[in-house]
């Protein structure tokens, strides 16, 4: 099995993902995080309505739809960084976000940009360049209504090796 099969394979056992969660990501442990489904392509991350997640407006608050946005596509990145066999950095450098109805109930924010996190991972270990590719994570309630929509813009450089870092 591959890294990057090894990893889905991780993130989407409940209790490995929340022991990951609780000792990387406590917020996305306590806001109640989930990863619905991971593949190569895409992947869906979940954030329920409750009392650590509401707004006084009775709704979910910004911050927990916006991480889980980001982990949609993070979780994303990691596992096509897992399968590089490089060691590669990735960094969010820029996010917008429009909101189009209320956010109640289970949303579930889905990205599907694999595909460009791949391209931009194989490019930046071919060139030693930086390379930033902006994901868009759509975020669904339980009607299948958009209650927002994210464009994170992600940053990933191949690290060099000690022995070229000294040359």
Known sequence: MDKAAAFRQTISNPVKLRLFMLRSLPMAYLAGLRVAS??????TVTVPFKYLTKNPFRSIYFACLSMAAEMASGVLAMMHIQGAGVPVSMLVVGMEADFTKKAVGLIAF??????????????????????????????????????????????????????????
């Open 110 to 167: 889905t990205s599907t940009n694999g595909h460009e996190i791949e391209e931009a991972i194989a490019e930046s270990r071919a060139t030693g360049e930086g390379r930033t590719v902006v994901c868009t994570s759509t975020g669904l309630d339980l009607q299948g209504d958009v209650v927002a929509t994210f464009r994170i813009t992600w940053s990933f450089r191949a690290k060099k090796n000690r022995s070229e870092a000294q040359q």
């Open 38 to 43: 991971i593949t190569p392509e895409h992947a």
